[in-house]
Structure formats: C-alpha cells, structure tokens
T-cell receptor, first 115, second 113 residues
Framework: DTAVSQTPKYLVTQMGNDKSIKCEQN?????MYWYKQDSKKFLKIMFSYNNKELIINETVPNRFSPKSPDKAHLNLHINSLELGDSAVYFC??????????????FGPGTRLTVL | KNQVEQSPQSLIILEGKNCTLQ??????????LRWYKQDTGRGPVSLTI?????NTKSNGRYTATLDADTKQSSLHITASQLSDSASYIC????????????FGDGTTLTVKP
C-alpha cells in the first residue's frame, strides 16, 4: 500500500544515454513534483504538475522532460545524460494545487549515477 | 531573492538530551512553513506545518515555533533518541507564484548513545 512509489530505485548508466524514472501515487492527490537532491543533500524543485498541467518549471535543462499521462503518474525523462545529472531524484505529491497549505508526501527516491 | 537559512549545519548530541534547530527566512509573501525529517536513504517526511497565525505546533517530541514578524522558526527536539539522527529541512512556501516553496539546506543531527 505504498503511497508514492518510484522506479527504479537505483539507475547506473553511461554519459550520453537517455533514461526515464517513473513515479506513481495512489493517494488521489492532484499535484505531483520532481526534486533533485545533490551530493550535498540540497533539495531543489524541478517541476510541479497539477492535474496533468505544468505549474512550476524551475531553471532545468531542456534535456529533462516531465510527462504526466494522468494525475496519478509523473514520469521524468532525461536525454543525453551528463555526469552532473548524478543525484537522487525524489517524486512527491500533495492534495490541492501547488505548494499551498498541503503536506507533500515523498517517494523513496531514485539514485542516478552517470558514468 | 527568497531564501531559507538553517543553522547549525550539523549537530551532535547525546541520547536523551534536548536540542533546537533554527530556520530564518526571507520568503514573501508568506504562506506556510514546514519542517521535514529525512532519514538517510529515504524521502523527507513532514513533521509540522504552520501558517502565519500559528506560533507553535507539536508532533510528539518535536515542537516547532514560528515568529512571522522576525521570520524565524525553530524545531525543538525533546529527550532525543538514536532514531532522531537525520537531516531536518525547513521549507517556506509563498502565498502567490503557485505557492512556490524554498527549501533550506538542512541541519544534520547525529544522536550518539
């Protein structure tokens, strides 16, 4: 009965490859997010979707493209992977729209290592 | 530019002791402030959420305070346990701009026996 799930948990790949990370939430939430946590443990928001609509898009290279087929899923596709993309990527969801007075529930994270 | 600064960056305490973590912010217009706990290798978990009108909120041994005038918050941990060892992240959200959140860089707490 996992609330927010991500796959895969670990991803090791070569520079230049294209990869995807999947996220699903079974909480019935309207808003989903992708965060990047670097080696210094700093969490940075990348994207936020509300009912499949993009509402927050931080300054992220266009090699990163989120895809929301429905409000329960928000996948992250990364093209032409670079060494600097190595990090832990967290998916999260919350009820309501945006970062309002709503608790965010985080997934377990996907550790991406680019060699 | 909206900022959230946490202190100390890291803290080591003995089991059973109390400690207080600080969060200062410049986020405006203010909507809410949240404290998260992140265990190593796990996603952050929400501890407390406070709006402008709330001065204090407790969650078990965790008590958060908020002074919206001075834009300061603290997280007090009472009678620490080994399982409190984690990173504690302060997050402040705007009331506009789609409620955009600014994350602090966290305080790493280590509780030793």
């Amino acid at each position: 009965d996992t609330a927010v799930s991500q796959t895969p948990k670990y991803l090791v790949t070569q520079m230049g490859n294209d990869k995807s990370i999947k996220c699903e939430q079974n909480l019935g939430h309207d808003t989903m997010y992708w965060y990047k946590q670097d080696s210094k443990k700093f969490l940075k928001i990348m994207f936020s979707y509300n009912n499949k609509e993009l509402i927050i898009n931080e300054t992220v290279p266009n090699r990163f493209s989120p895809k929301s087929p429905d409000k329960a899923h928000l996948n992250l596709h990364i093209n032409s992977l670079e060494l600097g993309d190595s990090a832990v990527y967290f998916c999260a969801s919350s009820p309501g729209r945006g970062h309002t007075y709503n608790e965010q529930f985080f997934g377990p994270g996907t550790r991406l290592t680019v060699l | 530019k909206n900022q959230v600064e946490q202190s100390p960056q890291s803290l080591i305490i003995l089991e059973g002791k109390n400690c207080t973590l600080q969060c200062n912010y410049t986020v405006s217009p203010f909507s809410n402030l949240r404290w998260y706990k992140q265990d190593t290798g796990r996603g952050p978990v929400s501890l407390t959420i406070m709006t402008f009108s709330e001065n204090t909120k407790s969650n078990g041994r965790y008590t958060a305070t908020l002074d919206a005038d001075t834009k300061q918050s603290s997280l007090h941990i009472t009678a620490s346990q080994l399982s409190d060892s984690a990173s504690y992240i302060c997050v402040v959200s705007e009331s506009t701009n789609a409620g955009k959140s600014t994350f602090g860089d966290g305080t790493t707490l280590t509780v030793k026996p």
